[in-house]
């Protein structure tokens, strides 16, 4: 007889004579070697990235999409026995369920709020559901606009900085002539003031005081 260790997070499914007889859940087991045959199953988390996609969106637009998927084996048998190739086919209802997704907004509705572009998860566990497999998580990582696409979007983003920066200047130049003629009010009001602002500039040893003919003295 020979001997075996499963681990906390495997399951050992022992085929004798080719039919399955048992699970081995973790711990130490005895098995007979001649007639059975042993397959390993890992249960522990696993992550599938499908890099960027052409995808059409509902405007016509081709964009290439990432996603990533979390999903785990929950039962062994069925993830064995299911199919040959079980990831495979859950790399496939992943590429369907994002296609779906993206033919049903545009591409200005997913620009402008990511939350379009959630996936509906159920969608792609009711494909591998027979399969043992349990998707946890399953997201948008990255949407690649074409390069095209993409220098428009830039030039958009700068035109709308350079609008902004023109607006502030120009509320700036605004309130600089508002207080000027606030100063220029103040003065007509009060002549006084003018005299002894001239005599503040007089005071300052780097200041220059030009005299007028007509008997003023100005800054």
């Given amino acids: ?6 681990m ?3 399951r ?7 039919t399955l007889q048992r699970v081995m859940e973790p711990g130490r087991h005895r098995y ?17 990235l499908v890099p960027g996609q052409e995808v059409l969106t509902a405007d016509g637009v081709s964009v290439r999409v990432s996603v990533s998927a979390r999903w785990k084996i929950t039962d062994p048998v069925a993830f064995t026995a299911g199919s040959e190739t079980p990831a495979q086919l859950l790399y496939s ?10 033919a049903a907004v545009t591409l200005d509705a997913a620009l402008a709020d990511r939350s379009q572009l959630e996936l509906d998860r159920t969608l792609v566990q009711a494909e591998v559901d027979t399969l043992g497999i349990t998707v946890e998580e399953l997201r948008v990582r990255d ?9 428009a979007a830039m030039d958009a983003v700068v035109a709308r900085e350079r609008g902004k920066a023109a607006l502030e200047e120009a509320r700036a130049e605004a309130a600089a002539l508002r207080s000027l003629a606030n100063t220029a009010k103040l ?9 002894l602002r001239t005599l503040l500039v007089a005071a300052d040893r780097q200041a220059t005081l030009v005299l007028d003919p007509r008997g ?3 800054p």
């Fill in 1 to 6: 007889m020979a001997k075996i260790t499963v």
């Fill in 8 to 10: 906390e997070w495997q």
């Fill in 12 to 18: 050992v499914l022992a085929y004798v004579d080719g």
């Fill in 32 to 48: 007979r070697e001649s007639r059975t045959h042993l397959v390993t199953v890992d249960l522990r988390p696993r992550q599938l």
């Fill in 93 to 102: 209802a992943v590429q369907d369920c994002v296609r779906a997704r993206l």
């Fill in 143 to 151: 949407l690649m606009l074409p390069g095209e696409l993409r220098r």
């Fill in 187 to 195: 003065l007509e009001s009060h002549p006084a003031l003018l005299h």
């Fill in 216 to 218: 003023q003295v100005a």
